[in-house]
C-alpha cells in the first residue's frame, strides 16, 4: 500500500482496486525473487506505457534502496511539450492552472500550501429552504401583509394606498460534511480537509466530522482562520486518522447523535469499508429517509476504468442522489457547483 502511494505521488494513477489486485499478486509470486515483485507491480499498477519509466524509478528507490531517478520531471515535461503543441504553441504555461486539475495523491509539500490559495476564492452558496419568517415581496407567491398594508397607509393620511404583501423568507440548507480518514483516504484526506475548512469559514450552517473507527466533530477546530493552525487542531482531535474505517457504524453514530435532518450530507469517501456492508445500506436507507440531499465524493472517480465496486460504495450507491469526483482543487470547485443548485 505504501509502494503504491509512492506511485501515486510521482505522478502514476493507482486505484485502491489495482493496488488490492497488487497484493494478490505478491501473495501469488512471493516476495523472495526481485523479478517477481517487479512484474507483479508492473502488471496491476501501470496501465499507460509513459508510466513504466517512473514505475521503474520508484521500484529501485522504494524496493532496492536506489537513488530516485529524475523519471517524474520528465515525463511531466513532456506532457506539458505535447499540451502546448496540442493548443497550437500560443497558450502559456500556468503552474496554477496544472495544480487545479493535478490530483491530490501527487501533491508536493509545497503545492498543498499552494493549493490553499487556489480553494481561497472557493464559493460554497448551497441550497435554500423557506423559512417560518416572512419577507416583503412583490411577486411570486405572496398573500397580503395586513401590518404592512396599514404601515403605508400611514403615509397617506390613513388612505390603503398601496397594498403590501409577503411570501416566505428562504434560508441556508445546512452542509454536513463526512470525511473518510481511513488509510486508503490517506493520500486525499490533506487536500479534502483544506476544503472542508475553506467550506466551513466560508459561511454558516456547516458541520464537518471525521468518519473512520469512530465519528468525531470537527467543526469547532476547523473555524479556526489560520488554516495550517485549523487543520492542526483537527488532526490532534481525530484519534483515529489513517486508521481503519467502518462506514456504516460511523453512519450509524452520526444518525443516532447529530442526523442530518433538512441537511445536505456530502460524505467523501473511496468506499472501502471493513463493517459489515448491511449495516451501511441500512444506515444510508435511515439517512436517505430525513436528509434533504445527499452527495458523495469519490477521489477515484476520475480515474480511467473507474466502476463503483467496493463493498461499502456498491452498497451505499442506491441511496446517493449525486455521485462526483474529487481528485483536485477543479473537482472540488465542480462540488461547490453541484451544491449550488
Request: hydrophobic letters at 45%; charged letters at 30%.
Amino acid at each position: 500500500a505504501v509502494f503504491a502511494c509512492v506511485l501515486r505521488r510521482m505522478g502514476v494513477d493507482v486505484p485502491v482496486g489495482a493496488t488490492v489486485l497488487y497484493a494478490e499478486a505478491l501473495r501469488q509470486v512471493g516476495l523472495d525473487r526481485r523479478t517477481g515483485v517487479y512484474w507483479a507491480g508492473r502488471a496491476t499498477l501501470v496501465h499507460r506505457p509513459e508510466d513504466i519509466a517512473v514505475y521503474d524509478a520508484a521500484f529501485a528507490a522504494f524496493w532496492l534502496g536506489h537513488e530516485p531517478e529524475p523519471a517524474r520531471r520528465q515525463a511531466e515535461a513532456e506532457a506539458e511539450a505535447e499540451a502546448e503543441i496540442e493548443a497550437g504553441g500560443s497558450a502559456a504555461y500556468s503552474p496554477a492552472e496544472v495544480l487545479r486539475h493535478k490530483d491530490f495523491a501527487a501533491y508536493s509539500h509545497d503545492e498543498f500550501a499552494e493549493a490553499r490559495r487556489l480553494m481561497a476564492d472557493l464559493r460554497l452558496a448551497g441550497a435554500r429552504r423557506p423559512s417560518r419568517r416572512h419577507e416583503p415581496a412583490r411577486r411570486g407567491h405572496t398573500k397580503p401583509d395586513l401590518r404592512g398594508t396599514v404601515r403605508h397607509a400611514l403615509k397617506t393620511d390613513g388612505e390603503p394606498v398601496r397594498l403590501a404583501r409577503r411570501r416566505p423568507s428562504r434560508k441556508p440548507r445546512r452542509i454536513v460534511f463526512l470525511l473518510d480518514v481511513s488509510g486508503s483516504m490517506e493520500p486525499y484526506a490533506r487536500g479534502l480537509v483544506r476544503f472542508l475548512h475553506a467550506a466551513v469559514t466560508a459561511r454558516q450552517h456547516v458541520e464537518a466530522f471525521a468518519l473512520g473507527t469512530r465519528v468525531t466533530r470537527m467543526t469547532r477546530e476547523l473555524r479556526w482562520r489560520d488554516p495550517d493552525a485549523a487543520i492542526a487542531r483537527a488532526a490532534e482531535r481525530v484519534a483515529d486518522w489513517s486508521g481503519g474505517t467502518r462506514l456504516g457504524d460511523g453512519l450509524r453514530t452520526f444518525n443516532d447523535q447529530w442526523g442530518g435532518r433538512g441537511a445536505t450530507v456530502v460524505v467523501l469517501s473511496d468506499g472501502w469499508d471493513r463493517g459489515d456492508p448491511a449495516v451501511l445500506q441500512a444506515e444510508m436507507a435511515r439517512l436517505r429517509r430525513v436528509a434533504h440531499r445527499i452527495v458523495w465524493v469519490n477521489p477515484h472517480k476520475a480515474s480511467p476504468g473507474f466502476a463503483p465496486l467496493a463493498r461499502g460504495m456498491a452498497a451505499a450507491l442506491p441511496y446517493v442522489d449525486d455521485f462526483v469526483e474529487g481528485h483536485s482543487v477543479a473537482s472540488l470547485h465542480g462540488l461547490a457547483e453541484v451544491l449550488a443548485r
